[in-house]
């Protein structure tokens, strides 16, 4: 099952149901969001070939025209991506976070405290293992009070939780639990080979197109699942992208998604709407985050999730295979970023020509131009065997 579109939700919700604000073609459309502010969907990016474009569309006042009525099983089958999605953000924000750590299943954990794997101001990483697979190598992140991770109601614990070990392609969670002063202790798989950032740099490398084809795919995979689960990565950059072997054969490397700090919640049952999320400030733009560049904007501006994650996917990976950011991010004034983008995948002389069309797809600086998620897997580049 794929992410749920905008465009799905007033498709498929019944007559005189309210529809969230920006769930339809137009490219400008007010949401209040949950802080109670209404927002203007930003479609575009702030620099000078949109400037004075109102509301940071791409040309004043159009409308895409009306999405063709689904035929009965498309709208069934999109009502049923909306039940399960709807079903799992329910379950996922009723769940529990933790269990304490006097709970016997607790004890069935040993922590390394002597192999320190990180030391920052708040948390902590060690090695550790589990009692049923002591050959199995497990990470323990123990957040300090300090850090003020509530273990009952924190949105990332929640996530953590729910997605569990429920997907081959996104770094399994095993456990979470706390204690009473406050502490928080997080099991989770032990990446072998760190992530994808560390692989590039450490080996100075790039990787080659038919391991950039197979993680590429093993991503996307994860991807989906997230979106089975009513989830956003929102952080999604070749630091987050964990490498790591099979469980069960050492020979084979997985690429998974890892790292959920930022993740959201995307889709609300009860408003029928894609959550979208408030613009950062345009100074933090100046730097390499792997944010789609429509992210940032006004304070009265908001950008769709799901959209900006695909940008972000294609900018990790564009990485991978050139070891270059997609656009020349520092410059203190933006011409024209589309193009800047376009310029900088066509002089990818290690692509090729199918390869190229699949970043230009990814990357697109226009949301209403970018590829959906759910096409990305029809891509001709991506349906290529190596």
Same mark, same amino acid.
């Given at each position: 099952m794929p992410y749920i579109q905008p465009t799905w939700?007033?498709? %498929?919700?019944?007559?005189?149901?309210? %529809?969230g604000p920006g769930a339809g073609g137009s490219r400008i459309s007010a949401n209040q969001g949950e802080d109670g502010i209404n927002r203007t969907l930003r479609t575009v990016p702030h620099d000078e070939k949109y400037k004075g474009a109102p509301t940071g569309t791409s040309e004043t006042n159009e409308v895409k025209p009306p999405q063709p009525m689904p035929d009965p099983a498309q709208r069934t089958r999109m009502q049923c991506s909306l039940n399960i999605v709807s079903s799992q953000v329910e379950e996922l924000e009723r769940a529990n976070p933790g269990d304490s750590t006097e709970d016997e299943s607790f004890f069935r954990y040993s922590i390394g405290v002597d192999v320190v794997m990180?030391?920052?101001k708040y948390s902590n990483i060690y090695l550790a293992h589990h009692n049923d697979k002591p050959d199995f190598h497990l990470i323990a992140r123990v957040f300090e009070p300090t850090a003020k991770v509530d273990p009952h109601r924190s949105k990332y614990l929640k996530v953590l939780k729910h997605l569990g070990r429920r997907n081959p392609y996104v770094i399994g969670t095993w456990d979470v639990f706390f204690d009473t002063n406050g502490r928080v202790v997080i099991f989770q798989e032990y990446a072998l080979y760190g992530n994808l950032q560390q692989y590039i740099t450490q080996n100075n490398v790039y990787v080659p197109e038919p391991q950039l084809h197979e993680w590429a795919q093993q991503v996307y995979l994860g991807m989906s699942f997230l979106g089975d689960a009513g989830v956003c990565h929102r952080a999604i950059n070749p630091k987050h992208l964990l490498l790591t072997t099979v469980e069960d054969d050492e020979t084979k490397t997985l690429l998974k998604l890892g790292s959920f700090r930022d993740a959201i919640i995307y889709y609300d049952p009860k408003g029928g709407r894609i959550r979208n999320q408030p613009c950062r400030p345009l100074e933090k733009r100046n730097v390499a985050n792997?944010?789609?560049?429509?992210?940032?904007?006004e304070a009265n501006e908001e950008f769709d999730p799901i959209a900006a994650d695909v940008w972000s996917y294609g900018a990790s990976f564009f990485f991978a295979a050139t070891r270059l950011y997609p656009y020349r991010y520092k410059s203190s004034a933006h011409a024209d970023i589309g193009l800047d983008i376009q310029k900088t995948i066509e002089q990818a002389k290690v692509l090729s020509e199918q390869c190229k069309s699949w970043f230009n797809a990814l990357l697109n600086a226009d949301v209403t131009q970018r590829i959906e998620f759910n096409k990305i897997e029809a891509e001709p580049w991506f349906k290529t065997t190596f």
């Amino acid at each position: 099952m794929p992410y749920i579109q905008p465009t799905w939700v007033k498709l %498929v919700q019944p007559p005189g149901q309210h %529809v969230g604000p920006g769930a339809g073609g137009s490219r400008i459309s007010a949401n209040q969001g949950e802080d109670g502010i209404n927002r203007t969907l930003r479609t575009v990016p702030h620099d000078e070939k949109y400037k004075g474009a109102p509301t940071g569309t791409s040309e004043t006042n159009e409308v895409k025209p009306p999405q063709p009525m689904p035929d009965p099983a498309q709208r069934t089958r999109m009502q049923c991506s909306l039940n399960i999605v709807s079903s799992q953000v329910e379950e996922l924000e009723r769940a529990n976070p933790g269990d304490s750590t006097e709970d016997e299943s607790f004890f069935r954990y040993s922590i390394g405290v002597d192999v320190v794997m990180f030391c920052g101001k708040y948390s902590n990483i060690y090695l550790a293992h589990h009692n049923d697979k002591p050959d199995f190598h497990l990470i323990a992140r123990v957040f300090e009070p300090t850090a003020k991770v509530d273990p009952h109601r924190s949105k990332y614990l929640k996530v953590l939780k729910h997605l569990g070990r429920r997907n081959p392609y996104v770094i399994g969670t095993w456990d979470v639990f706390f204690d009473t002063n406050g502490r928080v202790v997080i099991f989770q798989e032990y990446a072998l080979y760190g992530n994808l950032q560390q692989y590039i740099t450490q080996n100075n490398v790039y990787v080659p197109e038919p391991q950039l084809h197979e993680w590429a795919q093993q991503v996307y995979l994860g991807m989906s699942f997230l979106g089975d689960a009513g989830v956003c990565h929102r952080a999604i950059n070749p630091k987050h992208l964990l490498l790591t072997t099979v469980e069960d054969d050492e020979t084979k490397t997985l690429l998974k998604l890892g790292s959920f700090r930022d993740a959201i919640i995307y889709y609300d049952p009860k408003g029928g709407r894609i959550r979208n999320q408030p613009c950062r400030p345009l100074e933090k733009r100046n730097v390499a985050n792997y944010q789609a560049p429509e992210v940032f904007g006004e304070a009265n501006e908001e950008f769709d999730p799901i959209a900006a994650d695909v940008w972000s996917y294609g900018a990790s990976f564009f990485f991978a295979a050139t070891r270059l950011y997609p656009y020349r991010y520092k410059s203190s004034a933006h011409a024209d970023i589309g193009l800047d983008i376009q310029k900088t995948i066509e002089q990818a002389k290690v692509l090729s020509e199918q390869c190229k069309s699949w970043f230009n797809a990814l990357l697109n600086a226009d949301v209403t131009q970018r590829i959906e998620f759910n096409k990305i897997e029809a891509e001709p580049w991506f349906k290529t065997t190596f």
